[in-house]
C-alpha cells in the first residue's frame, strides 16, 4: 500500500528538518518549499495528498496560498502549521481552504493524528483553539481582513516586504504602473497613507511576519 504524500512549505530550516524526521516513518516526504511562490509551483507536480503549509511565508504568505491551492491541486488536503494561536489566523485559513490547523507548540503526536485525520476528510483544529471556530463559520462564515482582494493581497505583502515597483512587477507578470494602482487603490481603501502604514497593517492582520 503506498504511503500518504506530504509537501511541507515554511521558510525555516530547522522547522522543515524537524517535520522530515518526525514524519518518515508514516509518509512519504515528496518535497520542500520556504515560500508560497515556490509551493504553487510544485504542487502539479508533486502531488502531495497532503501539505502541511506555515502562516508566515515570504513572496505569498500561507492564508493566501491555501486559496490559490484550491484550484492548482484541489484533491490535496491542507493542514496549516503555525505559531499563530489567535483563533482569527485558523477561521481565515478554514476559509481560505485548509482543512487542518495545527500550532507549532503542540506536542508532535498532534501533528500526525492531524494529518490523519484529513486523510479520512475530517476537518482537525490544535487543541489549545476553541472548536467554535468551525461553528461560526458554518453558521455565518469569517470575513477576511479589509476584503481585499486576491491581487491587492498580493500586493500588499509585497510591498510590506520591502520590494519594489519594479520587483513586484516581474513577480507577478504585471507592468509598473498596474502595481502603482493597486497599491494607491490599497491606500485609498484602507485610508492609509504611507508604506509603512500599509506595513503595518500587513504585519497586524497576519499578511507578512512581524
Known sequence: ???PRILIADDHVLVVEGLRKLLEDEFD???????????LAVVARLKPDVILVDVSMPLLNGIDACARLRVLASSSRIVVLTMHADPSYA???FEAGAAGYVLKGSATSELVRAIRAVLRGQRYIARA??????????LRG?????????????????????RT?????TLLQISVKTVEFHKAR?????ELRSTAALTRYAVQHGIVAS
Do not use: F, Y
Open 29 to 39: 516526504v515528496v518535497g520542500t518549499v520556504d515560500n508560497g511562490r515556490a509551493l
Open 142 to 162: 469569517e470575513a477576511r481582513p479589509g476584503h481585499l482582494t486576491p491581487r491587492q493581497r498580493e500586493v500588499l505583502q509585497l510591498v510590506a516586504e520591502g
Open 1 to 3: 500500500m503506498n504511503r
Open 129 to 138: 483553539l476553541p472548536t467554535s471556530i468551525l461553528t461560526r463559520m458554518r
Open 91 to 93: 477561521a481565515a485559513a
Open 186 to 190: 490599497l491606500m485609498d481603501h484602507l
Open 165 to 169: 515597483a519594479k520587483q513586484i512587477a
